[in-house]
């Protein structure tokens, strides 16, 4: 069946660093790729999301580029702030049947001042 | 427009006690999602719904779980009787069909069983 592969975490980074999360996927046919992220106490969160092959998703800086060539949908971000930390999660939307999300196992995100 | 409304944040109860989970999603969804997020588990979806209809409850994770949708506005997942491994916390999801599939979660609700 679909599923998602994110690098493991814990992430810790200095304030200003560059981020990268990665995240690769086995999935029939061409999902849609989704990040969301979810901070302390709180529910997941869509942060981006890219439906088709070479499709760029971005929002409050974070961006990912759906690579059909190389099933990735990795997480960018050039300089981090404090209050980026939380978990961030990769998932793909089903082809077939109610497009359930299936979700990747979540990379925790920790940015010192 | 609110968001997905789940009640209550935190519960505690004893084992063996009857646990109820209340969800509220948003107005015009047609899709109802429920999950379980654990630190060992990760999330898992327990069930979902369409237009009230319960579509797949393979995730659930044996009879002492069941969860109904007697309307489009409103869900319970109940647990009876809860055991201490079912400490986790619950989200809940929804979607409009036709959307670009991306769900929207609630804050959760913390469950603690002592």
């Known amino acids: 069946g679909d599923s998602v592969t994110q690098m493991e975490g814990p992430v810790t980074l200095s304030e200003e660093a560059f981020l990268t999360i990665n995240c690769t996927y086995t999935?029939?046919?061409?999902?849609?790729l989704f990040w969301y992220v979810q901070y302390p106490g709180e529910g997941l969160q869509l942060l981006l999301k890219?439906?088709?092959?070479?499709d760029k998703g971005s929002n409050k800086g974070f961006e990912a580029t759906y690579r059909k060539e190389t099933t990735s949908f990795h997480l960018e971000k050039g300089s981090v702030q404090v209050s980026d930390s939380a978990v961030y999660f990769c998932?793909?939307?089903?082809?077939?049947?109610?497009?359930?999300?299936?979700f990747g196992q979540g990379t925790r995100l920790t940015i010192n001042p | 427009d609110a968001g997905v409304i789940q009640s209550p944040r935190h519960e505690v109860t004893e084992m063996g006690q009857e646990v109820t989970l209340r969800c509220k999603p948003i107005?015009?969804?047609?899709?109802l999602f429920w999950y379980r997020q654990t630190m060992m588990r990760g999330l898992e979806l327990l069930i979902y719904?369409?237009?009230?209809?319960?579509?797949?409850d393979s995730g659930m994770p044996e009879d002492r779980f069941s969860a109904k949708m007697p309307n489009a506005s409103f869900s319970t997942l109940k647990i009876q009787p809860s055991e201490p491994r079912d400490s986790a916390v619950y989200f809940c999801?929804?979607?409009?069909?036709?959307?670009?599939?991306?769900?929207?979660f609630g804050p959760g609700t913390r469950l603690t069983v002592t």
């Open positions: 999801a929804s979607r409009r069909a036709g959307d670009t599939y991306e769900q929207y």
């Open positions: 999935a029939t046919g061409y999902p849609s």
């Open positions: 890219a439906t088709k092959a070479d």
């Open positions: 998932a793909l939307s089903e082809i077939k049947g109610a497009q359930k999300l299936v």
């Open positions: 107005s015009g969804h047609d899709y």
């Open positions: 719904f369409n237009n009230n209809v319960p579509i797949d």
